[in-house]
């Protein structure tokens, strides 16, 4: 059986996303189930009456002093899931023709672990669209989000699920754990799910938490502080740069450095780039300092 998870707390886009998955195990010869772990409190219950017939609903409570509770809903959901092939996707994801049958169709084969492709909506404004469709182009991933996943049930209990100490972040802890435990993660070009990333201002404010759960992460996984400079320049080029704004009063031309990174990003909106990664790497010094 494959089991697909989506876990929400608000999103009312949880309704086509459920329409749409639904749609897709409808053409499935495998048997499936849909669960949905719910944690709004009963806002999202016009909807849950709207699929009793499609989706099994889980309605989470939070756990006290817990303000994000993405690990614990992703760990429920696998808990309460019957199948032995696990999916996940988001609330407000809009899957693409023939997504499940893709993301899955590499596990019947042999793979433990696959991963689609997350685009913005037609018109979005996505950041990460280009390098995201690079990185896919490698037949192995070194590390993915949960956005549009799928696993052996046996993996995931290999590594103990997710980490319910993070509050951002435990997707990539999950997949670095699989990856350090001997799994690899099989890319799926062909399964795509797009999403609306929200406005410019939320953009740069994701970018600021995922930050502070990229200093997070190698704290936790320090061994790969080794190769961080070659593998997520990003997370250290960034705050370094952050930290020597001061030189500007004697080195007026310092800015000018964020040049360089603007021009290799010229074709994907330089200076929303830029910016984006200012804040990441923000993220990752108030991380650090905290």
Not at 30 to 50: N, T, Y
Not at 162 to 171: C, K, L, M, R, V
Not at 241 to 260: D, N, Q, W
Request: net charge neutral; glycine share 8%; hydrophobic share 40%.
């Amino acid at each position: 059986m494959i089991s697909i998870i989506i876990i929400s707390k608000d999103e009312s886009a949880l309704d086509k996303t459920i329409a749409d998955v639904t749609d897709q195990t409808k053409t499935l010869t495998e048997p499936s189930e849909l669960i949905v772990v719910d944690a709004s409190d009963g806002r999202l219950d016009h909807i849950r009456l709207r699929y009793e017939s499609e989706a099994r609903w889980l309605q989470f409570s939070k756990p006290a002093g817990v303000r994000i509770t993405i690990p614990h809903q992703r760990n429920a959901g696998v808990r309460a899931a019957l199948g032995e092939i696990i999916v996940f996707t988001d609330a407000g994801c809009c899957p693409d023709n023939e997504w499940l049958a893709n993301l899955v169709a590499p596990i019947f084969k042999g793979e433990h672990v696959t991963a689609g492709l997350a685009l913005s909506t037609p018109g979005g404004t996505g950041l990460y669209d280009h390098a995201v469709q690079r990185a896919l182009k490698e037949r192995y991933l070194t590390e993915c989000p949960t956005i549009n996943l799928a696993f052996r049930r046996e993996a995931f209990d290999a590594v103990g699920g997710f980490d319910e100490e993070f509050a951002y972040g435990s997707d990539v802890d999950f997949t670095w754990r699989l990856i350090d435990a001997g799994y690899k993660i099989r890319s799926v070009p062909g399964a795509v799910v797009r999403h609306d990333w929200g406005s410019w201002r939320r953009q740069l404010r994701r970018s600021y938490v995922y930050g502070k759960a990229r200093a997070r992460l190698y704290r936790k996984h320090h061994g790969r502080l080794r190769h961080i400079l070659r593998d997520d320049p990003v997370a250290v080029i960034y705050p370094l740069f952050l930290l020597g704004l001061p030189l500007t009063f004697s080195l007026p031309i310092y800015p000018a450095l964020l040049l360089v990174p603007a021009w290799r990003n010229r074709s994907n909106g330089p200076i929303r780039v830029v910016i984006d990664h200012l804040s990441y790497g923000a993220g990752v010094i108030a991380e650090l300092v905290e």
